[in-house]
Nanobody
Framework: QVQLVESGGGLVQAGGSLRLSCAASGTTFSITDMGWYRQAPGKQRELVAG???????NYADFVKGRFTISRDNGKNIMYLQMNSLKPEDTAVYYCKADRVRAGVRYHYWGQGTQVTVSS
């Protein structure tokens, strides 16, 4: 099992910055992929940024150049630095981790943290 806890959300004005954190615990050694997703009211959950199993990163087009994903493997924490925030970035941000065991992929989600960007 993997437990994920996000923090760092809040209210910020347009153009401001926030840094989200995702602390992972449990059987973290078996995590293959991790990433940040978001879900705005009335919209589907979408990928924001993520790490693939080979360590490569990928970003959604709408955050390229503004958001940066990083991680501290020693502390099992993943971060999302969000700069130049826009009102359309308002959403609940979720941390997700994938774990593979005996050929079966499991998905784990955090509880989410609200990010609100005012205009």
């Amino acid at each position: 099992q993997v437990q994920l806890v996000e923090s760092g959300g809040g209210l910020v004005q347009a153009g401001g910055s926030l840094r989200l954190s995702c602390a992972a615990s449990g059987t973290t050694f078996s995590i293959t992929d991790m990433g940040w997703y978001r879900q705005a009211p009335g919209k589907q959950r979408e990928l924001v940024a993520g790490f693939a199993s080979g360590g490569s990163t990928n970003y959604a087009d709408f955050v390229k150049g503004r958001f940066t994903i990083s991680r501290d493997n020693g502390k099992n924490i993943m971060y999302l630095q969000m700069n130049s925030l826009k009102p359309e970035d308002t959403a609940v941000y979720y941390c997700k981790a994938d774990r593979v065991r005996a050929g079966v992929r499991y998905h784990y989600w955090g509880q989410g943290t609200q990010v609100t960007v005012s205009s």
